[in-house]
């Protein structure tokens, strides 16, 4: 958006409310013209599946991303226990220099990508504890999302639908219910196809909205980049905006009360 409405993140303050993905990209190419049509000044990396220095023999995705232009948000992808979740979040701040914000997901089965939300609670208290600023991929249960907010994570991340499923948004009641009682950013993640999407989110009152799969999966990810980037600003608009009273009958947008016939 602009510095009149900026999105707050662990003290930091950011204009783009789109925050995108660095996987699933045909190249490192594709994956620099993405971000940069996107406008996203926090981009995710996959610890364990993207090269950001710990190979240094393959391409390093900072050559394409470099840290001085862009908030990398080290991800706990591909990790299924605490342990697993810990070490990763751990092995980020490392090759990062003491990088602390991270995004952690403890998933609870390969089929689905659900979150394991038991593991997850146990995941954020260790990570908080150890100066962690956690934003947390959770499903949309308001209970849980209040419990991770009390834990001490700097944002919380319901999913929309199944990650990398484009499903849109299918609960936007529970989204709204963790929207309504929060007090630390909440942003979508996982589950956005389209632009459309991404705009119902934000109308909803959405912080934010973090996805990669709509982007790089598109038959154009660089213009679709550019769509999702436009459909966040203007979702977050209508938000601000407050929508019209819907009715079930029809008014005329030129009253004739009053008029001369």
């Known amino acids: 958006m602009n510095n009149t409405d900026p999105l707050i993140i662990a003290g930091q303050v950011y204009n783009s409310r ?18 940069e049509a996107s406008g996203a000044e926090i981009v995710t990396v996959a610890i364990r599946r993207s090269n950001i220095g ?5 391409p390093n995705l900072l050559d394409v991303l470099p840290p001085e232009h862009y908030t990398l948000l080290p991800n706990t992808a591909g990790c299924y226990t605490v342990d697993d979740a810990v070490r990763t979040c751990r092995l ?21 990508l659900f979150p394991n939300v038991i593991e997850t609670l146990k995941a954020a ?19 849980i999302a209040r419990e991770l907010e009390a834990i001490g994570c700097v944002a ?3 999913l929309a639908a199944p990650i990398g499923s484009g499903l849109g948004i299918r609960n936007p009641y529970n989204i709204l219910e963790i929207i309504e009682n929060a007090t630390v950013p909440i ?17 909803l009152g959405c912080d934010g909205i973090l996805m990669n799969t709509a982007i790089a999966e598109a038959q154009q990810p660089v213009l679709m980049a550019t769509a999702m980037k436009n459909a966040v600003k203007a979702g977050r608009q209508a938000f601000l905006a ?20």
């Open 54 to 58: 710990q190979h240094p023999d393959e």
């Open 242 to 261: 407050g929508r019209m009273p819907r009715k079930r009958y029809a008014s005329a947008s030129s009253p004739i009360d009053g008029q001369f016939l």
């Open 125 to 143: 208290e260790i990570l908080v504890n150890d100066d962690f600023n956690v934003m947390v991929y959770t499903n949309d249960d308001p209970i």
């Open 156 to 158: 919380v991340m319901p």
């Open 18 to 35: 789109l925050l995108t993905g660095t996987g699933k990209f045909k190249d490192m190419d594709e994956t620099r013209l993405a971000t």
């Open 187 to 203: 942003l979508v993640d996982a589950g956005v196809g389209t632009a459309s999407d991404a705009a119902v989110a934000m109308e």
């Open 92 to 112: 980020a701040r490392e090759l990062l220099d003491g990088h602390n914000l991270v995004k952690l997901e403890v998933l609870g089965d390969e089929k689905t």
